[in-house]
């Protein structure tokens, strides 16, 4: 059973920062590539940016010039940073871990985390 639990979002005013983070638990052999998503009502589930074990990082366009994304691979844990926030980063912010749990078999599993809520009021 593997769990990631989300933390830090909030209510913000535009141009203010929010630092999010995100903790996997559980029968874990390794974590591949750990990222945040976020869904808006009435939108797609977008990716915000994703990081490999290496520190290789993605961003989408939207988010490359405000946002980092970090990881610390002891804690199985990422981080978003979010600055100069606007009302339209508004969202549910989800983790995702794509991982193995078991070093015999060579299968990867994308998890989720429950998600957590940024608000960003103009």
């Known amino acids: 059973q593997v769990q990631l639990v989300e933390s830090g979002g909030g209510l913000v005013q535009a141009g203010g920062s929010l630092r999010l983070s995100c903790t996997a638990s559980?029968?874990?052999?390794?974590?591949?590539?750990m990222g945040w998503y976020r869904q808006a009502p009435g939108n797609q589930r977008e990716l915000v940016a994703s990081?490999?074990?290496?520190?290789?990082?993605t961003y989408a366009v939207s988010a490359k010039a405000r946002f980092t994304i970090s990881r610390d691979n002891t804690k199985n844990t990422v981080y978003l940073q979010m600055n100069s926030l606007k009302p339209e980063d508004t969202a549910v912010y989800y983790c995702?871990?794509?991982?193995?749990?078991?070093?015999?078999?060579?299968?990867?599993?994308?998890?989720w985390g429950q998600g957590t809520q940024v608000t960003v009021s103009s």
């Open positions: 995702t871990a794509e991982l193995s749990t078991n070093p015999a078999l060579p299968l990867r599993y994308n998890y």
């Open positions: 559980g029968s874990i052999f390794s974590i591949y590539v």
């Open positions: 990081i490999t074990s290496g520190g290789s990082t």
